[in-house]
């Protein structure tokens, strides 16, 4: 079933372990490399710490560990996603920044049931890219998810 009441929009494209993920373009502020984050004591186990970018401290959000994915190491394709959504700024730590894609609500179907329910509850949509499946994730539930501690 698709979801056509949605309206077309750019998609940032990254990899979370094997799978895909697309996030709001509108929601993207840059895509930079890894460093290590400035742990902060006391934080979620998601939140490996601070960065400070552009002069602006954001907190690292480790989206492996919050999709329910066992966290890795860091390697020279690791990358944080800064986004803005609301009035919150995030820095996504995520396996690699693959592309940029442009998705209609043809191209969007509703997810299917039987997905781990603690990852599909961070998902609006799900789509085919390249042939491959791509899961879109929605920002203002994980935004939700992050201020309740998941």
């Given at each position: 079933m698709q979801i056509q009441d949605r309206p077309s929009e750019d998609y940032l494209i990254v990899r979370v372990g094997t799978?895909?993920?697309?996030?709001?373009?509108?929601?993207?502020?840059?895509?930079t490399r890894w460093r290590p984050?400035?742990?902060?004591?006391?934080?979620?186990?998601?939140?490996?710490?601070?960065?400070?970018?552009?002069?602006?401290?954001?907190?690292?959000?480790?989206?492996?560990?919050?999709?329910?994915?066992?966290?890795?190491?860091?390697?020279?394709?690791?990358r944080f996603v800064i986004i803005h959504q609301g009035q919150i700024d995030v820095a996504?730590?995520?396996?690699?920044?693959?592309?940029?894609c442009h998705l209609t609500g043809d191209d969007l179907a509703r997810l299917p049931a039987g997905l781990d329910p603690h990852r599909a509850h961070l998902l609006s949509a799900?789509?085919?890219?390249?042939?491959?499946?791509?899961?879109v994730i929605d920002l203002a539930t994980l935004m939700t998810a992050l201020q309740e501690g998941a």
């Open positions: 799978e895909r993920y697309a996030l709001p373009g509108t929601a993207i502020r840059e895509v984050p400035t742990p902060v004591p006391g934080a979620p186990h998601m939140l490996p710490g601070i960065i400070s970018q552009r002069g602006v401290v954001l907190p690292a959000v480790d989206l492996r560990q919050l999709l329910g994915l066992e966290a890795t190491e860091p390697n020279r394709t690791t996504l730590l995520v396996d690699a920044a693959l592309d940029i799900v789509a085919q890219h390249s042939g491959l499946p791509l899961l």
